[in-house]
């Protein structure tokens, strides 16, 4: 059997955008060569391009999301997004994927549209029993703003300012007095139409991955995140800032609580291929819902590469299961 065309699609329109290219080389190094032929497909606000390893660009036809190359025309069977941001992190990429019957590695176009957004994301959750989310005011530019003093008395201080829809803690701040406060809030403007407003919460910060193959949840081990800064920035994530330890050095029925916690939040965005679930362990021992991220990096220091190491793994061989997940319809 030759090997299925496989499109690993980066880029964006987002400050991620960079983040999103080192996921794609992760994953093109983890790929099983003998069962798939990868191809990276990049995305940005001027086109839309297969990059050959050469360096030498080709132009993707939207029609068909096919791509015309020296050796002939190719139109890849699968696509792994692996794009942080709009459009592969929100909805956008997949509804076009689904009207060409397409298959690929994320939830639809609800699941990815919800978790986007931080602040629908985490009320829709709040909804669960199980699932506890921080205080949280959404600002938008269309709508008043409320007053500095109904910010302090409903989230106080400190509260983190962050984009609604975004992540790698791009253009996000920790907001420690009121004179922070303004800057903070016009930053995440830069980066999205609305800002979240969030309580601060104090305690022990984890991360947890999941994902379906094979008709069942594999949920991985739990990682601890020790910032060196005051909070876990995007220099503590991707310029080593950050001590990640891996499993988690909490109870075992709190490591048992987060891995359960996140397969339920699997189910209930109905995710689909591998997402990470962020937590905070406060002071009760437990843990509040951070985010959803389910297109999570891939990049060698990311979370997902180390839980799966951890879980005795290799990175190859969950690609493959999460590839032939996504191909199984498609094989009926």
Same mark, same amino acid.
């Given at each position: 059997?030759?090997?299925?065309?496989?499109?690993?699609?980066?880029?964006?329109?987002?400050?991620?955008?960079?983040?999103?290219?080192?996921?794609?080389?992760?994953?093109?190094?983890?790929?099983?060569?003998?069962?798939?032929?990868?191809?990276?497909?990049?995305?940005?606000?001027?086109?839309?391009?297969?990059?050959?390893?050469?360096?030498?660009?080709?132009?993707?036809?939207?029609?068909?999301?096919?791509?015309?190359?020296?050796?002939?025309?190719?139109?890849?069977?699968?696509?792994?997004?692996?794009?942080?941001?709009?459009?592969?992190?929100?909805?956008?990429?997949?509804?076009?994927?689904?009207?060409?019957?397409?298959?690929?590695?994320?939830?639809?176009?609800?699941?990815?549209?919800?978790?986007?957004?931080?602040?629908?994301?985490?009320?829709?959750?709040?909804?669960?029993?199980?699932?506890?989310? =921080?205080?949280?005011?959404?600002?938008?530019?269309?709508?008043?703003?409320?007053?500095?003093?109904?910010?302090?008395?409903?989230?106080?201080?400190?509260?983190? =300012?962050?984009?609604?829809?975004?992540?790698?803690?791009?253009?996000?701040?920790?907001?420690?007095?009121?004179?922070?406060?303004?800057?903070?809030?016009?930053?995440?403007?830069?980066?999205?139409?609305?800002?979240?407003?969030?309580?601060?919460?104090?305690?022990?910060?984890?991360?947890?991955?999941?994902?379906?193959?094979?008709?069942?949840?594999?949920?991985?081990?739990?990682?601890?995140?020790?910032?060196?800064?005051?909070?876990?920035?995007?220099?503590?994530?991707?310029?080593?800032?950050?001590?990640?330890?891996?499993?988690?050095?909490?109870?075992?029925?709190?490591?048992?609580?987060?891995?359960?916690?996140?397969?339920?939040?699997?189910?209930?965005?109905?995710?689909?291929?591998?997402?990470?679930?962020?937590?905070?362990?406060?002071?009760?021992?437990?843990?509040?819902?951070?985010?959803?991220?389910?297109?999570?990096?891939?990049?060698?220091?990311?979370?997902?590469?180390?839980?799966?190491?951890?879980?005795?793994?290799?990175?190859?061989?969950?690609?493959?299961?999460?590839?032939?997940?996504?191909?199984?319809?498609?094989?009926?």
């Amino acid at each position: 059997m030759s090997p299925r065309t496989i499109a690993v699609v980066a880029g964006g329109f987002s400050g991620e955008q960079p983040v999103s290219l080192r996921s794609a080389a992760g994953i093109l190094s983890w790929i099983d060569r003998e069962r798939y032929t990868p191809y990276l497909v990049l995305i940005d606000r001027t086109g839309w391009w297969v990059e050959l390893s050469s360096g030498e660009r080709y132009p993707i036809d939207k029609n068909d999301f096919s791509c015309q190359l020296p050796e002939g025309r190719i139109r890849p069977e699968y696509a792994y997004i692996t794009i942080h941001g709009t459009p592969g992190e929100n909805g956008l990429l997949q509804g076009y994927l689904d009207l060409l019957g397409i298959p690929y590695n994320t939830g639809g176009v609800l699941t990815e549209a919800l978790t986007f957004n931080k602040y629908y994301c985490n009320h829709f959750l709040s909804s669960f029993p199980q699932v506890r989310t =921080a205080n949280s005011l959404r600002l938008s530019k269309d709508l008043p703003r409320p007053s500095t003093a109904d910010i302090l008395d409903r989230l106080g201080l400190p509260l983190f =300012a962050k984009p609604n829809a975004g992540g790698s803690s791009v253009a996000t701040s920790r907001v420690n007095t009121i004179e922070q406060l303004e800057s903070a809030i016009n930053e995440a403007f830069t980066e999205c139409e609305e800002v979240l407003l969030e309580r601060f919460i104090s305690g022990t910060e984890v991360t947890c991955g999941c994902y379906e193959a094979g008709g069942g949840l594999q949920v991985l081990p739990v990682t601890e995140v020790v910032p060196k800064n005051s909070f876990f920035d995007y220099d503590a994530k991707y310029n080593g800032a950050v001590e990640e330890i891996t499993p988690a050095r909490i109870r075992p029925e709190q490591t048992k609580l987060v891995q359960e916690l996140t397969k339920q939040i699997y189910r209930y965005v109905d995710a689909r291929g591998i997402i990470r679930v962020d937590f905070i362990i406060e002071a009760d021992g437990y843990p509040t819902l951070l985010e959803v991220n389910t297109t999570p990096g891939m990049t060698p220091t990311s979370f997902i590469p180390q839980q799966v190491r951890a879980a005795g793994l290799e990175m190859s061989q969950v690609l493959t299961a999460l590839i032939e997940e996504g191909l199984r319809p498609a094989q009926h």
